[in-house]
């Protein structure tokens, strides 16, 4: 009788640990989607950044939220992973990549100057010209809760999948129960707001170099190790083996996502109309989002609180994850108080 209640003990863990994943018909594309937890639990929808996949999460964050009694739902956006996939290499880069080193640096430095203003900001004023917005990827994360008839979602989006955040609870916020935008900006084009930093361009040239000599692990490695702050200093072996497993779900290099957020508005001036429970999250140390960006999506929101991450860069530190959650799952529990 004790060898059966320990199995039966077993299998229920299975059905309450479950993961769930497939290819999501939304908006005309495939998105790539994957589930952790018991679908009775409430949703959370996590929403990865820039050039980044769902493989980005942490699974210990996945975990420890599932831990406490949350569905959480990642998935790939568009043009990267197993989505589908827009941009494609131009031919320009593959005559570059039988050029000398040093003619690469020397034409990277130009893009980087024209991309960049005399304060240091990315100019983003590419509005209405890209093959997508972040309306789109908004809409493709709409669909995908439509897809697994889920109602509403607590969302948490970092970098540029905190700006999707915010255009997904300005333009649907039915879809929103409470709104978690972390080391994000209402728009880089936002007047009296920080660029990054000068560091960090030059760890970008240099990783842009990499990627031409086709030294692409050793790109992705670079780049992880330039967004990490001070508290928590990185490892390299844990970044590899983070980029490969990254690698393996699909990496696009040549995606229109910088495009997208460029081509899409600023959202600084209608952050007031979010009314959900917001929690805005970002680190002291952000070299390429500094952290006023933050300060300034939690001024225009007026039920929103602020946490702060000291010494830390653009990254989710393993060592803050039982913080992070901890306070995540108090935001989440707001709206039943």
């Known amino acids: 009788m004790k060898k059966l209640l320990i199995f039966y003990l077993f299998l229920s863990s299975i059905v309450l640990w479950s993961e769930e994943q ?11 989607w994957e589930g952790y937890g018991d679908q009775k639990n409430p949703p959370v929808l996590l929403i990865m950044g820039l050039n980044a996949n769902c493989k980005y999460w942490d699974q210990e964050f996945i975990d420890e939220l599932v831990t406490n009694n949350f569905y959480v739902i990642t998935f790939d956006n568009r043009d990267v992973g197993k989505s589908t996939w827009f941009g494609e290499e131009p031919f320009v880069m593959k005559v570059l990549g039988f050029m000398p080193s040093f003619i690469n640096e020397y034409l990277i430095d130009t893009l980087i100057d024209l991309t960049t203003d005399e304060e240091g900001s990315f100019r983003m004023d590419a509005e209405g010209t890209a093959e997508y917005d972040l309306g789109d990827m908004a809409l493709d994360a709409a669909g ?28 649907h916020p039915n879809r929103t129960l409470t709104l978690a935008p972390i080391m994000t900006t209402p728009g880089f084009d936002t007047k009296n ?48 083996q983070k980029v490969r497993r990254i690698a393996a779900q699909g990496n696009n290099l040549y995606n229109l996502q910088t495009a997208a957020v460029g081509a899409s508005p600023n959202r600084l001036n209608r952050l007031k109309e979010i009314k959900v429970p917001t929690l805005v999250i970002h680190g002291t140390e952000d070299p390429i989002i ?7 999506i939690a001024e225009q929101i ?23 959650t901890n306070r995540l799952v108090s935001h989440f529990n707001s709206i039943n108080n």
Do not use: C, Y
Not at 159 to 167: C, D, F, L, P, R
């Open 302 to 324: 007026e039920n929103s609180d602020f946490m702060i991450m000291d010494r830390v860069g653009h990254e989710l530190p393993k060592e803050l994850i039982p913080d992070l």
């Open 290 to 296: 500094p952290l006023e960006h933050g300060l300034a």
């Open 144 to 171: 995908l809760l439509d897809h697994l008839e889920i109602d509403q979602a607590h969302i948490v989006g970092v970098s540029m999948g905190g700006m999707i955040a915010q255009v997904l609870a300005l333009d």
């Open 193 to 240: 707001l920080p660029g990054p930093t000068k560091l960090f361009i030059e760890s970008m040239k240099r990783s842009f170099v990499l990627n031409l000599d086709g030294r692409n692990e050793d790109a992705e490695v670079l780049t992880h190790m330039s967004l990490s702050g001070s508290r928590f200093p990185p490892e390299e072996e844990m970044i590899r």
């Open 22 to 32: 497939g290819l999501a018909q939304v908006n005309n594309i495939d998105i790539w």
